[in-house]
């Protein structure tokens, strides 16, 4: 028996509990065999890891780093290729973005650990204008 899971990103349907209705990438991934979803992290983890992430969700007042338990997921969709965090602190991407700023923030380019995600957003709102 597995827990149901469901993403709990911006407008995002995926769960577990139907796995016909998931997004193609998602299938694939169940086909191979790998993980669709990913814990959330919690606030007792890191609460600016989970602001971060919650943010990143776009849900509004709804959903709070306080709404956060075990027992949340986002699913591997909301990351650059669909595939999930390329390393562990990795941020979702925002619910918020538009079609064409996700296709920018989507773009391959020279990984920046160090630099903030908050100041990295400003810097495309920017160049964007
Ligand atoms: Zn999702």
Known sequence: MVATKHCCWGECKSDSRFPHLLHP???KRLQEGKPIFLPFPKKSQGLERCLR???ACGRGKDFTV???TKYTYICYLHWPGEAGP???FGVPLKATLK???VLKATKPKRPQPSQPILQ???VLEKSHS
């Open 25 to 27: 990438a998602l299938k």
């Open 53 to 55: 992430w919650v943010n």
């Open 66 to 68: 306080d709404k956060v």
């Open 86 to 88: 390329p390393k562990e």
């Open 99 to 101: 079609p064409k700023e």
């Open 120 to 122: 990295r957003a400003s």
